[in-house]
């Protein structure tokens, strides 16, 4: 069971592990040991899961999302499969506690009135200086 939240958490039956061979150094053992973890975990299909939730973590643009709502997270960091094993649950879990708190949502609000007029002011200067680079003057013409 990974424990994510005291709400929130993920039976060991919705997580699917490979042990592969790690890439990098590791001399002769590299060759021999599958340390390097994959674990998969189906986001859109997890019971596990409110849809609050998972439609929060689909709408995250991360590249170990994969187009079916699947999450691979891949760990080899160390040079045991338990600690590897430990890393990919630790960053999955961190990727859904990320999300846990829903954003609040944005409150429109307009300018003020000595906002638009200090914009109107800086806009007519502008102009005025503008104006007086090309030898007429903008506003006493008018």
Same mark, same amino acid.
């Given at each position: 069971?990974?424990?994510? +939240?005291?709400? %929130?958490?993920?039976?060991?039956?919705? $997580?699917?592990?490979?042990?592969?061979? /790690?890439?990098?150094?590791?001399?002769? #053992?590299? #060759?021999?040991? +599958?340390?390097?973890?994959?674990? *998969?975990?189906?986001?859109?299909?997890?019971? +596990?899961?409110?849809?609050?939730?998972?439609?929060? %973590? $689909? @709408?995250?643009?991360?590249?170990?999302?994969?187009?079916?709502? %699947?999450?691979?997270?891949? /760990?080899?960091?160390? =040079?045991?499969?338990?600690? #590897? =094993?430990?890393?990919? !649950?630790? !960053?999955?879990?961190?990727?859904?506690?990320?999300?846990?708190?829903?954003?609040?949502? *944005?409150?429109?609000?307009?300018?003020? =009135?000595?906002?638009?007029?200090?914009? $109107? &002011?800086?806009?007519?200067?502008?102009?005025?200086? &503008?104006? $007086? =680079?090309?030898? *007429? @003057?903008?506003?006493?013409?008018?």
């Amino acid at each position: 069971m990974l424990q994510i +939240s005291p709400t %929130v958490s993920i039976p060991d039956a919705e $997580l699917e592990e490979r042990f592969v061979r /790690a890439s990098g150094p590791g001399g002769q #053992n590299v #060759n021999k040991v +599958s340390t390097a973890v994959e674990l *998969r975990f189906d986001i859109a299909r997890s019971p +596990s899961l409110d849809d609050a939730l998972r439609a929060r %973590v $689909l @709408a995250r643009r991360d590249r170990r999302v994969d187009g079916n709502g %699947v999450i691979l997270i891949s /760990a080899q960091r160390f =040079r045991t499969q338990e600690r #590897n =094993r430990e890393d990919a !649950r630790a !960053r999955l879990a961190a990727l859904i506690q990320s999300v846990l708190i829903p954003p609040r949502p *944005r409150v429109a609000t307009k300018p003020t =009135r000595a906002s638009k007029e200090r914009r $109107l &002011k800086s806009k007519s200067t502008r102009a005025t200086v &503008k104006g $007086l =680079r090309t030898g *007429r @003057a903008w506003k006493d013409d008018a």
